[in-house]
C-alpha cells in the first residue's frame, strides 16, 4: 500500500482487473478535488485524477530492483508530463485568482439640457392675455 509520508515522489503498482501498470504520485502537484488523488499512469503518459478510495487498495509499493527500473525508464516522461501538467494547472490558478467584483463604473458625464434660442427671454403670459369671453 503506497505511503507518500515518506517520499515526495512515490513510484508503484496500480493492480486493476485490466492488468497492472506503474504510476508515480507526487505530493508537489496540486491538490485535487475532494476524495481524488492525481496519479501518473505510465500506460497512459499522462497525470490522471483517480477517486482515492477505489484506488487506494489497489496500490502497491515497487520491490527495490523494480523501483530502479521504474525510475531510471519512466523519470524522464514522468518529469515532462509533469512540467505539462503544472502549466496548465497554474493558468487555472490564475483564471481563480481573478477579482470576483467588476471594476468602478466611470460616471457618465452630466448633459445639460439644449435650450432653444428662440425660447430664451420669450413671455408666454401675453398669449393668454387675449380674452375670450368677448
Excluded at 500500500?1 to 506503474?22: C, D, F, H, P
Excluded at 505510465?42 to 509499493?61: C, M, P, Q, S, W
Excluded at 519512466?74 to 501538467?85: D, L, P
Excluded at 493558468?91 to 481563480?96: G, K
Aim: hydrophobic content about 35%; overall charge negative; glycine content about 4%.
Amino acid at each position: 500500500m503506497y505511503n507518500t509520508a515518506k517520499k515526495q515522489i512515490w513510484y508503484g503498482e496500480l493492480r486493476t482487473s485490466k492488468g497492472n501498470v506503474i504510476v508515480v504520485h507526487d505530493n508537489q502537484l496540486p491538490e485535487a478535488s475532494p476524495g481524488r488523488i492525481y496519479l501518473y499512469n505510465t500506460d497512459r503518459d499522462a497525470i490522471i485524477e483517480y477517486v482515492e478510495d477505489i484506488v487506494k487498495g489497489n496500490l502497491y509499493d515497487l520491490d527495490d530492483a523494480a523501483l530502479k527500473a521504474a525510475e531510471t525508464k519512466f523519470s524522464g516522461v514522468w518529469k515532462a508530463a509533469r512540467a505539462e501538467f503544472m502549466s496548465k494547472h497554474q493558468a487555472r490558478i490564475d483564471l481563480n485568482n481573478v477579482k470576483e467584483t467588476a471594476p468602478a463604473r466611470k460616471a457618465k458625464p452630466e448633459v445639460e439640457p439644449e435650450v432653444e434660442a428662440d425660447a430664451v427671454g420669450v413671455d408666454f403670459d401675453d398669449d393668454w392675455s387675449d380674452s375670450f369671453d368677448d
